[in-house]
């Protein structure tokens, strides 16, 4: 199997590789656990667990549904996937200075597609793949805040436009961003 590793981010720095499967396992773990801190959240009657947990099903939700969204998108349009990394974010320069040197040490989900797979896929294909994951990133924790809000969870007003405006600089920056998944996504549809 021959496995095409990314370029365009050489500044992303790696802790780990798992399997597909394994990858799988801890996001899938990680989004059942942000749904259930998120329904705890509604029911406990302590406000500070209330939002201790509301921003913990954010976070998750944050970290484990990027890299599962391109998987499943790309394993529904027919891309393989060889496995799951686990390091910086890939898009460094997408945050202000000083949130990017944490952001380059937080334990990021990245996947890797097969080379061969990649090369046979449809520019299209490989577009909403690429998009997959900045879009989930943007929409899924914040849906989850909304949800918050709606069911009137201490402090979830304020979070709530706090993740509207983290979903809008998230997909604006990788808008703007050379490496970041929607300058993938172009370079796909101009191929």
């Keep these: 199997m021959q496995v095409a590793l990314s370029t365009s981010s050489p500044q992303r720095k790696l802790f780990r590789r798992l399997s597909i499967l394994a990858g799988n396992v801890i996001q899938i773990a990680g989004l059942v656990a942000a749904c259930g801190a998120l329904a705890f959240a509604r029911s406990v009657?302590?406000?500070?667990?209330?939002?201790?947990?509301?921003?913990?099903?954010?976070?998750?939700?944050?970290?484990?549904?990027h890299a599962i969204a391109h998987w499943s998108v790309g394993r529904t349009l027919g891309i393989r996937f060889a496995f799951y990394t686990i390091g910086g974010t890939g898009?460094?320069?997408?945050?202000?200075?000083?949130?990017?040197?944490?952001?380059?040490?937080?334990?990021?989900?990245?996947?890797?597609?097969?080379?061969?797979?990649?090369q046979n896929a449809s520019p299209s294909a490989k577009a909403i793949m690429w998009s997959a994951g900045v879009t989930s990133s943007a929409f899924v924790p914040t849906a989850s805040a909304l949800c918050a809000w709606s069911a009137a969870v201490p402090g979830s007003k304020p979070f709530s436009i706090f993740a509207v405006l983290w979903a809008i600089g998230t997909l604006s920056s990788n808008w703007r961003s050379q490496t970041g998944d929607f300058a993938k996504a172009r370079r796909s549809l101009r191929s």
Excluded: D, H
């Excluded at 009657?45 to 549904?65: H, R």
């Excluded at 997408?94 to 797979?117: D, H, M, N």
């Design 45 to 65: 009657q302590s406000k500070p667990v209330a939002i201790a947990l509301m921003l913990s099903s954010w976070i998750l939700l944050y970290f484990c549904c």
């Design 91 to 118: 898009n460094p320069f997408g945050y202000p200075t000083g949130i990017r040197w944490l952001f380059e040490r937080l334990p990021f989900f990245g996947v890797q597609t097969e080379k061969a797979s990649m």
